[in-house]
């Protein structure tokens, strides 16, 4: 992929064969703009490649479909994992401004989110590699809440427009790690992660529903981020009932008030509808797929079909919105419109 050069001015002059092709530049040098939002595609292909998974085991609809769901979503991650460490090699500069980014800083947690989803999907049929990859993504994960969370107490740049539902990633992303870990390690490390995504899960949605009520709005790049509101209830609702092995009062609070959010932001869905795509994009995915797993696991305990048939129905919409947004970003990535400044 090659960065469009620009027109030249009517009345510039004409350009040597020497300058014709200048070295890349920051501003032109496309691994510097890799971004690492980019392992967002991860966690949407990941979560999609889970529900599908899920389907089979309680409906049994063909593996294959989530099998091979599993190895794309493996695929990419390498891929993209590849692509990021080289521009760690490379381009270090470029890594250190990601990272104290105010908005870009909190979606490096993404690699490891990504990990304990790997984990999760292959948990069935390689439990001695997940159980690897599972602590792998879990130390990382921890790693990456004490850097950002230090960042947020400790800084001299961040103020309150710049809070948006990404901020949840970095923490919240902890309530993940017990939907396998309750299997992998003893109970009490999935409590200690569990707890740390519900506390500051609260901590976090006052202060973000304080600068969407009473602020600007989020800039258009960002609104997909809103998505993300639905993912820290859904995926606690799944690790909350595997680590009780059941369902309570508790675990339906979760599960409603995903359902409710769901449903607040479909209400809104011609608004996003109208939106360009960007990479951002990628934040509707996880939070549907995360919601569409919290459904067939709560029609799987209830015993009710009303939840089983709305997890058919969002796995129809997570499959529809994951395609779009694959379409999408080959077409882009094809146009050269990735890996460029912001």
Known sequence: MSTPVPHASPVAPAASPASAAPAPTAAHDRLSHFPVALFSIVMGMAGLALAWLKAHHLSGVPEVIGSMLRLLASGIFLFLLAMYLSKLLRRPQAVKADWTHPVRLNFFPA????????????????PGAAAWIWGLGAALHLAFTLAAM????????????HANPAWFIPVVGNILVPIAGVGFAPQDVSWFFFSIGVVFWLVLMTIILHRLFFNEPLPARLAPTLFILIAPPAAGFLAYVALIDGLDAFARVLYFTALFLTLLLASNALRFFRLPFAISGWAYSFPLA???LASFEMGARSGLGFYTSLAWLLLAVLTAVVTLLSVKTLIAASKGRICVPE
């Open 150 to 161: 230090s960042s947020w107490i400790h800084h001299p740049r961040y103020k309150l427009e």
């Open 111 to 126: 690699i490891s989110i990504g990990l304990i989803l790997l984990a999760v999907a292959w948990a069935r049929d390689l």
């Open 290 to 292: 995360a919601m569409t």
